[in-house]
């Protein structure tokens, strides 16, 4: 990555309130998931990505056999495709067909002309999240009868404009 090239943001507002898509696979076969918890931070001297996903998502699949992912971010004219790209399964549709979104090459995975930052990474780690280990108020809001998540933490190598 050129550490020269400067990603400035609040992050805690990009996630939170603006959300995010992740990305995974290749240009031929690809799936995209709005997400809405993530983080940026440094582990092992590397800019690094944080990201979690449900096993019971599509994105997990692609998450798990591929080495790279991107997390891209969009101007809030793209709000409703990500709201749509969110709640609808990339199992039971083509959510591209209507997304109105371009796919393009990230260097060995996918992003969208329309994203306004792309993060592109490299996976290191994974780890489902044990329940026993979250508050019990954390897991009766957002774990009763759901599937867990897995934490997925990637290498920024590439940021893309």
Not at 62 to 69: I, L, Q, R
Request: aromatic share 12%.
């Amino acid at each position: 990555m050129d550490h020269k090239v400067s990603f400035t943001m609040d992050i805690f507002e990009q996630f939170d309130k603006k959300w995010a898509l992740l990305t995974a696979g290749s240009m031929e076969k690809f799936n995209t998931m709005t997400v809405s918890w993530g983080g940026l931070g440094t582990l092992w001297g590397k800019p690094v990505a944080t990201v979690y996903v449900r096993q019971s998502r599509y994105t997990h699949e692609f998450m798990d056999n591929g080495e790279y992912f991107t997390v891209s971010f969009y101007p809030e004219s793209c709000r409703k495709i990500l709201g749509v790209l969110g709640s609808k399964s990339g199992r039971e549709m083509d959510k591209m067909k209507d997304s109105g979104l371009t796919p393009e090459k990230a260097g060995e995975t996918v992003t969208f002309q329309e994203a306004e930052v792309t993060l592109v990474c490299r996976k290191l780690f994974r780890q489902t999240l044990d329940s026993a280990n979250i508050p019990a108020d954390i897991v009766n809001q957002y774990y009763e009868g759901q599937a867990d998540h897995d934490m997925y933490i990637g290498e920024v190598v590439d940021i893309l404009r």
